[in-house]
């Protein structure tokens, strides 16, 4: 099979249509062609095509870049192309026939995965190429996709002599299992436990809309005259019931049964999980050992940003020292906050003692009281368009590029679904991306994310382009879709991800925009665009009423702005303790080191909390993030990410944010450094060539209202 050489001259080419249109490899996606009967015939034929070239790669490769890097390239390419197709409409146009067809393959790519990343002689390949003489001459971006595929391959157990090969694969097929096991615990455990209120009086305080959802459950539950004014109403774990119930609720006695649940979730009886946590994190020891690291903590550590576990510690320290006064301060005025409130007879009891299931609903009302307004009231001053046109034209002002509008030039998989080119400052196309923004029930997946669709590479003269899918309101009743500000926040995170992918420089697909790039930095552009979004001027030009056609007024951007670092501390110490119980485990044998699980927690909680847990806080048992998750000693990244992208910003705000050539000249820096490079440089030397120095917590701080001259 050849490749398709169909993106010359930085124009795609509409590709033909004879064959499967998964294979239309290169060329933009014929999304009015595929269809889900294509998916089993495309990527079956596909796995055969490639598992033939593996066979005759491992047979006949050169240890050379042309020999060995170029033929893995082309096929993962292809994979990613076709896979990455079915993947995306999985998401954006889900289905019966889709879903039975992705289900149908999944396994046997699997397999295929498998054995191109168990293969002994692509690892013997690899490494007689780093050893060689040509490795020196290649370019950086090129030792580095060399370096990561070894460290890649060596992670994976395939350099392991026999006997050690085959427990650590026996390890990793035990681990997929406990993993699985823990979800679908955590899954039962939370669909086991349910209450029903009948009494009104218990279901005060809580809105509308969760007094519909928990009717409409407690009908389908068999209370078959179940309303929304009149109950029952049918209360679970399930997060859209839980935070509201918690924040609204005024029935303390049903937030703390509801809040002792949620706590204690699959800590007991079938789907306890406190022996597979235990065994996970045996086994997660013994395979880091098998592949000579003292830790799994180590292991995970070598392939992040972050050079060592002690350097992340010492971060999170100082972030925790940072937070802990604001944070017990925090915990002060709401406990007055919440004496006053109760006694003003808004509550069914006084509240005697603040208890963990009263923070929420406190927090709530004191920022409902301080911030008054609702992000119903911001949507107005944000429709869709304008929001887009004022996005773009940062583009410009930042990073000298042009968003042009380019709907109808290729094919879309909804009629919603938009089009963009990106040209550069001579008008040259550079990157192209679809945005899906609306909600659709039924076909589309929630949350919001970048993908790529097609990756830069200069061999095959390819250009990125990107797929932003957001989950934002639709428009109704004719009106323009309007966003409300966490919506706002999403479409610029996403957009900070394309960025990154579209304006990639680099020429080697294997690194070229995302690709290649450290889990605990990936995160850097996305969250770095959200900072725009406090920005008063930028705030202000993206809005312009639907009706009045007037810019958000300045006291809302206040509320905006001041609501921000409301409870900032309470959520970084939170987040800290997260991270550090994950490291704490990771970092160590718990046998042989004499503790149980639970008093790592409680050791943890002793200085990253300031209301210590319940005794019988179970919460480990459903941390499905580093337990079922990929972020086993790796929670931490959150805030490594949010360290840089914070002090990324801060450059521009030491340029000065008002003056429109500081800001260009160091927008043109970021693009040069952090969006062209991507993966093909050590993201700690990527940050060093925008800041001119490593990175500092002093911006996340601050944003925060942590720093020491903000207090
Ligand atoms: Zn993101």
């Given at each position: 099979?050849?490749?398709?050489?169909?993106?010359?001259?930085?124009?795609?080419?509409?590709?033909?249509?004879?064959?499967?249109?998964?294979?239309?490899?290169?060329?933009l996606p014929?999304f009015d062609?595929i269809?889900?009967?294509?998916?089993?015939?495309?990527?079956?034929?596909?796995?055969?095509?490639?598992?033939?070239?593996?066979?005759?790669?491992?047979?006949?490769?050169?240890?050379?870049?042309?020999?060995?890097?170029?033929?893995?390239?082309?096929?993962?390419?292809?994979?990613?192309?076709?896979?990455g197709l079915?993947g995306h409409l999985m998401g954006v146009k889900n289905g019966?026939?889709l879903?039975?067809?992705?289900?149908?393959?999944?396994?046997?790519?699997?397999?295929?995965?498998?054995?191109?990343?168990?293969?002994?002689?692509?690892?013997?390949?690899?490494?007689?190429?780093?050893?060689?003489?040509?490795?020196?001459?290649?370019?950086?971006?090129?030792?580095?996709?060399?370096?990561?595929?070894?460290?890649?391959?060596?992670?994976?157990?395939?350099?392991?002599?026999?006997?050690?090969?085959?427990?650590?694969?026996?390890?990793?097929?035990?681990?997929?299992?406990?993993?699985?096991?823990?979800?679908?615990?955590?899954?039962?455990?939370?669909?086991?436990?349910?209450?029903?209120?009948?009494?009104?009086?218990?279901?005060?305080?809580?809105?509308?809309?969760?007094?519909?959802?928990?009717?409409?459950?407690?009908?389908?539950?068999?209370?078959?005259?179940?309303?929304?004014?009149?109950?029952?109403?049918?209360?679970?774990?399930?997060?859209?019931?839980?935070?509201?119930?918690?924040?609204?609720?005024?029935?303390?006695?049903?937030?703390?049964?509801?809040?002792?649940?949620?706590?204690?979730?699959?800590?007991?009886?079938?789907?306890?999980?406190?022996?597979?946590?235990?065994?996970?994190?045996?086994?997660?020891?013994?395979?880091?050992?098998?592949?000579?690291?003292?830790?799994?903590?180590?292991?995970?550590?070598?392939?992040?940003?972050?050079?060592?576990?002690?350097?992340?510690?010492?971060?999170?320290?100082?972030?925790?020292?940072?937070?802990?006064?604001?944070?017990?301060?925090?915990?002060?005025?709401?406990?007055?906050?919440?004496?006053?409130?109760?006694?003003?007879?808004?509550?069914?009891?006084?509240?005697?003692?603040?208890?963990?299931?009263?923070?929420?609903?406190?927090?709530?009302?004191?920022?409902?009281?301080?911030?008054?307004?609702?992000?119903?009231?911001?949507?107005?001053?944000?429709?869709l368009s304008?929001v887009l046109?004022?996005l773009?034209?940062?583009?410009?002002?930042?990073?000298?590029?042009?968003i042009?509008d380019a709907d109808g030039?290729t094919s879309v998989w909804h009629e919603d679904v938009r089009f963009f080119?990106?040209?550069?400052?001579?008008?040259?196309?550079?990157?192209a991306f679809y945005l899906d923004p609306y909600s659709r029930s039924g076909q589309k997946r929630g949350g919001a994310w970048m993908d790529e669709c097609?990756?830069?590479?200069?061999?095959?003269?390819?250009?990125?382009v990107a797929y932003l899918v957001c989950n934002q309101t639709p428009p109704?009743?004719?009106?323009?879709s309007?966003m409300?500000?966490?919506e706002?926040?999403t479409l610029?995170h996403e957009f900070?991800h394309g960025?990154?992918h579209?304006?990639?420089?680099?020429?080697?697909?294997?690194?070229?925009?995302?690709?290649?790039?450290?889990?605990?930095?990936?995160?850097?552009?996305?969250?770095?665009?959200?900072?725009?979004?406090?920005?008063?001027?930028?705030?202000?030009?993206?809005?312009?009423?639907?009706?009045?056609?007037?810019?958000?007024?300045?006291?809302?951007?206040?509320?905006?702005?001041?609501?921000?670092?409301?409870?900032?501390?309470?959520?970084?110490?939170?987040?800290?303790?997260?991270?550090?119980?994950?490291?704490?485990?990771?970092?160590?044998?718990?046998?042989?080191?004499?503790?149980?699980?639970?008093?790592?927690?409680?050791?943890?909680?002793?200085?990253?909390?300031?209301?210590?847990?319940?005794?019988?806080?179970?919460?480990?048992?459903?941390?499905?993030?580093?337990?079922?998750?990929?972020?086993?000693?790796?929670?931490?990244?959150?805030?490594?990410?949010?360290?840089?992208?914070?002090?990324?910003?801060?450059?521009?705000?030491?340029?000065?944010?008002?003056?429109?050539?500081?800001?260009?000249?160091?927008?043109?820096?970021?693009?040069?450094?952090?969006?062209?490079?991507?993966?093909?440089?050590?993201?700690?030397?990527?940050?060093?060539?925008?800041?001119?120095?490593?990175?500092?917590?002093?911006?996340?701080?601050?944003?925060?209202?942590?720093?020491?001259?903000?207090?």
């Open positions: 099979m050849s490749r398709s050489k169909s993106a010359r001259e930085g124009t795609w080419s509409l590709a033909s249509t004879e064959t499967n249109p998964l294979h239309l490899f290169g060329a014929r062609l269809e889900a009967s294509h998916v089993e015939d495309g990527i079956r034929s596909l796995i055969e095509t490639l598992s033939c070239e593996l066979d005759e790669l491992e047979q006949n490769l050169e240890p050379t870049w042309a020999g060995l890097i170029e033929p893995l390239e082309s096929m993962g390419e292809r994979l990613g192309y076709a896979w079915v019966d026939a879903r039975e067809a992705h289900a149908a393959v999944q396994g046997e790519l699997v397999v295929f995965g498998l054995r191109q990343s168990q293969s002994r002689p692509l690892l013997e390949g690899l490494e007689t190429l780093r050893e060689s003489d040509t490795f020196s001459i290649l370019e950086g971006p090129q030792r580095r996709i060399i370096e990561n595929l070894l460290r890649e391959a060596r992670h994976s157990g395939v350099g392991l002599a026999e006997a050690p090969r085959a427990r650590f694969n026996e390890i990793a097929a035990e681990l997929a299992e406990l993993g699985t096991n823990f979800s679908n615990h955590v899954l039962d455990a939370t669909n086991a436990f349910s209450f029903t209120i009948t009494d009104p009086a218990e279901m005060a305080g809580i809105p509308e809309s969760l007094l519909a959802l928990t009717a409409q459950d407690a009908r389908s539950h068999g209370a078959d005259g179940a309303s929304a004014s009149q109950g029952p109403w049918r209360i679970t774990l399930d997060a859209p019931v839980l935070i509201p119930f918690l924040e609204h609720g005024q029935s303390r006695q049903r937030r703390e049964e509801l809040y002792r649940a949620y706590v204690t979730r699959a800590s007991t009886g079938d789907f306890d999980n406190t022996k597979i946590i235990e065994k996970i994190l045996a086994l997660r020891h013994e395979m880091a050992v098998l592949l000579g690291f003292e830790s799994y903590a180590d292991l995970s550590i070598d392939s992040k940003m972050a050079p060592s576990i002690l350097e992340v510690e010492n971060l999170l320290e100082e972030l925790r020292s940072a937070s802990m006064a604001g944070a017990l301060g925090d915990l002060a005025a709401l406990k007055e906050f919440a004496a006053t409130e109760s006694q003003s007879g808004d509550d069914s009891s006084s509240i005697g003692t603040l208890e963990l299931w009263d923070v929420t609903f406190y927090a709530e009302r004191l920022r409902e009281q301080r911030f008054d307004y609702s992000e119903e009231a911001l949507r107005p001053y944000f429709p304008h046109d004022g773009f034209a940062m583009a410009k002002e930042l990073f000298g590029v042009s042009v030039e080119r990106v040209l550069g400052e001579g008008g040259e196309p550079i990157a097609l990756g830069r590479n200069a061999r095959t003269q390819e250009l990125p109704v009743d004719g009106q323009p309007q409300s500000f966490d706002i926040l610029f900070g960025l990154q579209m304006l990639t420089r680099v020429d080697f697909a294997l690194a070229s925009g995302i690709r290649n790039i450290e889990w605990d930095a990936v995160e850097l552009p996305s969250q770095f665009m959200e900072n725009w979004c406090y920005h008063r001027e930028t705030l202000l030009g993206l809005s312009r009423h639907v009706e009045s056609g007037d810019r958000l007024p300045d006291e809302l951007f206040e509320k905006i702005e001041a609501a921000r670092t409301f409870r900032a501390a309470s959520q970084m110490l939170r987040q800290i303790y997260f991270s550090s119980i994950d490291l704490a485990l990771h970092a160590r044998d718990l046998e042989s080191a004499g503790e149980d699980l639970f008093s790592v927690q409680r050791r943890i909680a002793k200085t990253t909390t300031v209301m210590p847990p319940l005794d019988e806080d179970r919460f480990l048992c459903s941390f499905g993030h580093i337990f079922a998750g990929g972020y086993a000693a790796g929670y931490y990244s959150y805030k490594w990410a949010e360290v840089l992208s914070a002090d990324a910003f801060s450059a521009f705000e030491e340029a000065g944010l008002d003056d429109a050539a500081a800001v260009a000249e160091t927008g043109m820096r970021f693009r040069e450094t952090v969006l062209a490079l991507g993966g093909g440089t050590s993201p700690t030397e990527v940050f060093q060539a925008f800041r001119g120095r490593g990175p500092s917590p002093e911006a996340l701080l601050r944003h925060s209202g942590l720093s020491p001259e903000a207090s």
